[in-house]
């Protein structure tokens, strides 16, 4: 890899669904970012 290229990243904002309307996720009370870190994704219809 060229050592001369130099990556930059930006930060990704993650905006989930609470009571109904979509939020950013770093808004959100500590109970809540504690409550979505344990959270499960589920792949429904997929044998």
Known sequence: ???TKIL???PCE????????LRPISQ???GKQQEFEQ???????KK
């Not at 499960?40 to 219809?45: E, N, Q, S």
Request: no cysteine; charged share 30%.
């Open 39 to 45: 959270r499960k994704t589920y792949i429904i219809g």
């Open 28 to 30: 959100w009370n500590d």
């Open 8 to 10: 930059k990243r930006q």
């Open 14 to 21: 993650i905006f989930s669904r609470i009571v109904g309307y």
């Open 1 to 3: 890899m060229d050592q």
